[in-house]
């Protein structure tokens, strides 16, 4: 069956629904796979959080859209593979929620994630400092604005 276009309705259901609107780009990154766990797995560290709470987080953060259902199937992964871990938080104002937890499994994974992605970094960095490195010209006092000023020289010098 083919993929159907989705509807005005339910695109804005979703910004809304994630509390973004990212219309500014024809292409958007997407936050999932192992950016999203790790993400979840570093808010963790800070406190114990209940899905709605991560999604807010998320959202307020800034990062690239991604939707809800995604983070709550993306903690019941991190569960099953050990890195969270969950209970039941009733209280006397409202329903039981189930709140998440980091263990220790997961403040190892997330030391992984967080010195890979320090190394990464560094390549970026180190390849758009090449970059522009490649831009610049050899000498700047040599090259002036289209030439103007290699031109002056060598008319001084004759």
């Known amino acids: 069956?083919?993929?159907?276009?989705?509807?005005?309705?339910?695109?804005?259901?979703?910004?809304?629904?994630?509390?973004?609107?990212d219309k500014a780009l024809p292409f958007?990154?997407?936050l999932h796979g192992d950016l999203l766990s790790s993400?979840?797995?570093?808010?963790?560290?800070?406190?114990?959080?209940y899905g709605y709470q991560l999604v807010q987080e998320l959202s307020k953060a800034g990062l690239a859209s991604f939707d809800s259902t995604t983070?709550?199937?993306?903690?019941?992964?991190?569960?099953r593979a050990g890195l969270v871990s969950s209970f039941w938080d009733v209280s006397e104002?409202?329903?039981?929620?189930?709140?998440?937890?980091?263990?220790?499994?997961?403040?190892?994974?997330l030391d992984v994630w967080l010195d890979l992605f320090g190394r990464y970094q560094k390549v970026l960095h180190s390849a758009l400092d090449?970059?522009?490195?490649?831009?610049?010209?050899?000498?700047?006092?040599?090259?002036?604005?289209?030439?103007?000023?290699?031109?002056?020289?060598?008319?001084?010098?004759a």
């Open 1 to 21: 069956m083919p993929n159907k276009p989705q509807s005005k309705q339910s695109e804005q259901n979703s910004e809304r629904r994630n509390g973004r609107t």
């Open 28 to 30: 958007s990154p997407r």
């Open 39 to 49: 993400s979840l797995l570093a808010y963790l560290r800070r406190w114990n959080a």
């Open 71 to 79: 983070v709550y199937r993306t903690l019941r992964q991190l569960e």
């Open 93 to 109: 104002s409202g329903p039981a929620r189930r709140m998440y937890a980091l263990t220790k499994a997961g403040e190892a994974v």
């Open 130 to 157: 090449s970059l522009e490195t490649l831009n610049r010209p050899a000498d700047p006092q040599s090259e002036g604005v289209d030439g103007v000023e290699e031109r002056q020289r060598e008319e001084a010098d």
